[in-house]
Each structure stands twice: as structure tokens, then as C-alpha cells.
């Protein structure tokens, strides 16, 4: 993966993000490692147009569903 702001390399990380109606969820997306910046797993399917076996949407469904 490749960083679309500085062309730096990018891995894999998990995010907590906090919804106010839904609780806490995490997703898994990519983060740089030079700039800092995040791409979701919905921004990298959308930009990339490849089936990708972990989706956004699968996953807040089952948070929702723990909360
Ligand atoms: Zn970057």
C-alpha cells in the first residue's frame, strides 16, 4: 500500500472509533507511517476497486450487535 499524500509505505493497524449512538467500534485499515495518514477499509475499496475479503459494513454490523 502506498501512501496517496507522500507516497510513503503504509501498513495495516486497527482503529477504535467512537459513534454515540453505536458504542465503540474498531476497524481495520491502514495508516502511514511517514505522514500519519488513515485510509478505512471503505476509502481503500473505493479507491482501489478490489474485492477485499474485510468490509466496513460486516463489521459495524457485528458491533452493533455486541452493544
Ligand atoms: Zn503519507
Redesign the pocket.
Known sequence: ME??????A?VEDVFEDLRDDTGSLNFTGWR??????ILDPVIVTNRESRPEPLLGRARKKFATQLS
Open positions: 501512501c496517496p499524500r507522500c507516497k510513503g503504509m502511514c507511517i511517514i505522514c500519519g495518514e
